[in-house]
């Protein structure tokens, strides 16, 4: 019993009284606090470094408010009642820093109270084109007074290290006012949060204990500013933090400084006069590594120079050359062009000032997945800045080498050759403690060679292949061939995990076996390409990894060898070798609740079973579209999309593809607005745990390599439109050899535009020369 293929389980829905249609911006109008977790991570802020949730400034109601940095975390020993050798032995989380945003009011004595305060208007508005949270509201007070207030919040992708905010407040009588502003340490205190599951292995461990332990504070009511220092309790990691404030009112005030360890605030007394207006503006600065405190008081002094207007501004410029070139119009309904934004928004957001960082699974948005980095990166974000961001591709490339004596120490202890990259890390080293669902994903490094080769082919960068990349894909290639063995004629891969986590430890997994030989054959090339072309570095490089000429050929066998499993009778490649023997999973009885299954089933149950947590041949078949011939793919298609559950939010994206890619249009756009919609729609249900990168880059795939139809598979540019009947036009820019390609599609025609040299396009298997005056091509 299978789904029928035409009715894919999941639909998108968009609650219009909470997002209006506005195609640059998410507004929320009036107050819905049932809907505060979702919003937490709908508008959110972060710059790749520095994230903060999209909580109030009052700082409660809230779920799970707070500040990230990108690989700032906290390590813990892995605990297992049965203990085995090469067992990940230390977890690693990512930690909430202190947060600023936190701004209380009492307005003639009284809190500032949502859950109680008398609100005649509220609305709060994120920004899509320049990266501005603003809240506005006006309450009544006890004694009549209607006071307005206004937030504006940005972390700024000018600078890695600063988050600001602005608050005014205006009332139509006189009043009292107190402001208390907050450090608040978030991660060591507890804090107002709604009851969540007590079971979902996606969310981040609790401590149980202190985790920031302060070193130095300072508060200056003078100058109005707070430092504080801290270092982590196992890792051992330092941070500072200072906070500035500039206050401007008419009247005199009192400052009151509260030095509580875990909640440093000032206390700041005055009064207003009928319609005056009170602006406070709050500059906050972090640093890691040496000397924080001192540094990130002069960072934040140096930002308080310049001002609130100022750094705004630069952040606003900034904003305006992402959307320049980065931007996606679809001639389509508004609502569509809206959430892509917001899609597009949250990719830059993750990647903007990485700071030789990773990407998390949920960037900066929140907690969940532990802050680790795991093969999303390499295959579904990696792809969108190749094409519009090369040089951020290139620092998750250097990232990733910056991990590879680790991956080699791995690859030791599974007796194993070359380099093993970790499943999820954040340091470098394996954090899975669940090794069929983690370690055993050894396709990961075959993810982190697909990425180098798409790098380079998109961007023509070879310096970056010849500096790291050679060396990655050397150690990667090695691991593969001590991982399997030759028999009668074949190369095999036993003990594995595709990326379908609803089969595990498997032998001959097709997609793991397809991207082990993609990433022998790069290697050998790589290899061979170096030795010719930079014979000094290729000597330097084989002396230091003791490198044999012989390796490459050896490489190129046994990816000649490699066993890929097919059902001749079916005419489909087999998931692996035994995946078609299991029974299929009984749809027709799994009630709906009963979705995620993982949430649901014991991993041994569902392994038993034909069913798929997301794509893994029809992922194969999207990355590695020359190793399937038309047949093939139509078969495999329908096959395995009737029982892939979509319970991973990795796998529309890849479904519309492929089903774009076979002519199955009402599927492809079926599955597009599942991606499309998977966070602002909260399809999974966990939204509120934090955006999922992987799936936000992969709508830009389904959009270029899906309905624009293109195919970048050996370095040549090849397109096949297959626009959705309810669209009217498609246009986007690519970067392609560090120069704009325009592609502007409609149902008839396709117009290219490259501000380069000349170059040669495939359009639908005609080579078309294409240059800065553009060239037109007719869709028949």
């Known amino acids: 019993m299978t789904r029928p293929i035409e009715t894919p389980r999941r639909t998108h829905r968009l609650p219009h009284d909470i997002?209006?249609?506005?195609?640059?911006?998410?507004?929320?109008?009036?107050?819905?606090?049932?809907?505060?977790?979702?919003?937490?991570?709908?508008?959110?802020?972060?710059?790749?470094?520095?994230?903060?949730?999209?909580?109030?400034?009052?700082?409660?109601?809230?779920?799970?408010?707070?500040?990230?940095?990108?690989?700032?975390?906290?390590?813990?020993?892995?605990?297992?009642?049965?203990?085995?050798?090469?067992?990940?032995?230390?977890?690693?989380?990512?930690?909430?820093?202190?947060?600023?945003t936190v701004v209380r009011l009492l307005i003639d004595g009284e809190p500032v109270d949502f859950g109680h305060a008398e609100i005649n208007h509220w609305w709060r508005r994120l920004n899509l084109r320049r990266g501005l949270l603003s809240h506005q509201y006006r309450l009544t007070t006890s004694t009549g007074a209607e006071v307005a207030i206004r937030t504006t919040r940005m972390v700024s992708i000018a600078r890695p290290d600063l988050l600001a905010c602005r608050l005014s407040v205006v009332s139509d009588q006189p009043i009292d006012l107190q402001i208390d502003s907050y450090l608040m340490n978030r991660q060591d205190t507890d804090y107002l949060h709604d009851e969540v599951d007590e079971f979902d292995p996606r969310r981040a461990g609790e401590f149980g204990r202190r985790v920031l332990n302060q070193t130095e504070l300072d508060i200056d009511p003078d100058e109005l500013t707070i430092t504080t220092a801290y270092r982590t309790t196992n890792s051992e990691l330092d941070l500072g933090v200072t906070t500035t404030h500039e206050l401007s009112t008419d009247h005199e005030y009192m400052v009151d400084t509260v030095p509580d360890e875990d909640r440093p605030h000032l206390r700041i007394h005055t009064s207003m006069a009928e319609g005056e207006r009170l602006r406070l503006d709050k500059i906050t600065c972090y640093r890691t590594g040496d000397l924080v405190a001192e540094r990130s008081r002069e960072s934040a002094e140096g930002a308080r120079g310049v001002g609130f207007v100022n750094l705004v501004g630069a952040h606003a410029r900034a904003w305006q050359r992402y959307w320049e070139t980065t931007d996606v119009e679809i001639d389509a309904d508004p609502e569509t062009q809206q959430a892509l934004r917001w899609v597009l928004f949250q990719l830059n957001q993750a990647s903007a000032q990485l700071q030789s960082q990773g990407i998390p699974a949920k960037g900066l948005t929140g907690q969940a997945y532990e802050g680790h980095i795991f093969w999303d990166t390499e295959t579904f974000v990696l792809p969108f800045l190749a094409y519009t961001r090369p040089a951020a591709a290139a620092g998750l490339i250097r990232h990733r080498y910056s991990m590879l004596d680790a991956a080699r120490q791995r690859a030791k202890e599974l007796s194993e050759d070359g380099a093993l990259y970790p499943w999820r890390t954040i340091d470098g080293t394996e954090a899975s403690a669940y090794y069929a669902g983690g370690t055993a994903q050894?396709?990961?490094?075959?993810?982190?060679?697909?990425?180098?080769?798409?790098?380079?082919?998109?961007?023509?960068?070879?310096?970056?292949?010849?500096?790291?990349?050679?060396?990655?894909?050397?150690?990667?290639?090695?691991?593969?061939?001590?991982?399997?063995?030759?028999?009668?004629?074949?190369?095999?891969?036993?003990?594995?995990?595709?990326?379908?986590?609803?089969?595990?430890?498997?032998?001959?997994?097709?997609?793991?076996?397809?991207?082990?030989?993609?990433?022998?054959?790069?290697?050998?090339?790589?290899?061979?390409?170096?030795?010719?072309?930079?014979?000094?570095?290729?000597?330097?490089?084989?002396?230091?990894?003791?490198?044999?000429?012989?390796?490459?050929?050896?490489?190129?066998?046994?990816?000649?060898?490699?066993?890929?499993?097919?059902?001749?009778?079916?005419?489909?490649?087999?998931?692996?070798?035994?995946?078609?023997?299991?029974?299929?999973?009984?749809?027709?009885?799994?009630?709906?609740?009963?979705?995620?299954?993982?949430?649901?089933?014991?991993?041994?149950?569902?392994?038993?079973?034909?069913?798929?947590?997301?794509?893994?041949?029809?992922?194969?078949?999207?990355?590695?579209?020359?190793?399937?011939?038309?047949?093939?793919?139509?078969?495999?298609?329908?096959?395995?999309?009737?029982?892939t559950t979509g319970d991973s939010s990795l796998s529309a994206c890849v479904q519309s593809i492929v089903a774009a890619r076979i002519g199955e249009m009402d599927l492809a756009m079926r599955y597009f607005r599942q991606a499309l919609w998977t966070d602002l729609g909260d399809l999974h249900h966990n939204t509120t745990d934090g955006v999922h990168m992987a799936s936000a880059g992969g709508v830009w795939m389904a959009i270029v390599h899906g309905f624009a139809g293109l195919n970048d598979e050996g370095g040549h540019l090849r397109f096949d439109p297959r626009l959705p009947e309810e669209w009217n036009g498609l246009r986007f820019m690519l970067r392609f050899h560090d120069h704009l390609l325009g592609i502007d599609i409609n149902h008839d025609r396709i117009r290219l535009v490259y501000e380069g040299p000349e170059i040669e396009i495939e359009v639908r298997g005609k080579s078309v020369a294409v240059d800065e005056e553009g060239v037109e091509i007719e869709l028949g």
């Open 19 to 100: 997002y209006p249609v506005d195609p640059w911006a998410i507004v929320e109008h009036g107050y819905h606090p049932d809907s505060l977790p979702l919003l937490e991570t709908v508008m959110a802020l972060s710059n790749g470094w520095l994230g903060v949730r999209g909580g109030f400034h009052t700082g409660r109601p809230a779920h799970e408010p707070g500040v990230l940095i990108n690989g700032f975390y906290e390590t813990w020993p892995i605990q297992y009642p049965e203990e085995a050798y090469g067992y990940a032995q230390k977890g690693q989380t990512i930690v909430h820093v202190p947060d600023p």
């Open 442 to 643: 050894y396709h990961i490094n075959a993810a982190i060679a697909y990425a180098i080769r798409n790098y380079v082919e998109s961007t023509g960068d070879e310096e970056l292949l010849w500096e790291v990349g050679v060396e990655m894909l050397v150690e990667t290639a090695r691991m593969w061939q001590t991982l399997g063995f030759e028999r009668d004629g074949q190369f095999h891969v036993h003990g594995v995990t595709g990326p379908d986590e609803y089969t595990a430890v498997v032998d001959d997994n097709a997609y793991t076996n397809m991207m082990a030989a993609m990433n022998l054959n790069i290697a050998a090339d790589a290899v061979e390409r170096m030795s010719q072309e930079r014979p000094q570095r290729y000597a330097d490089l084989a002396d230091r990894i003791d490198f044999n000429d012989s390796e490459p050929a050896r490489w190129r066998r046994t990816a000649d060898m490699m066993h890929v499993p097919h059902h001749d009778l079916l005419g489909i490649t087999a998931q692996d070798d035994n995946f078609l023997d299991k029974e299929p999973w009984p749809f027709d009885e799994t009630p709906e609740e009963n979705y995620p299954l993982l949430l649901h089933y014991h991993p041994l149950v569902i392994y038993r079973f034909q069913v798929l947590k997301q794509a893994d041949v029809v992922m194969a078949m999207y990355l590695l579209p020359g190793e399937f011939d038309d047949e093939t793919r139509k078969a495999n298609f329908a096959y395995y999309d009737p029982i």
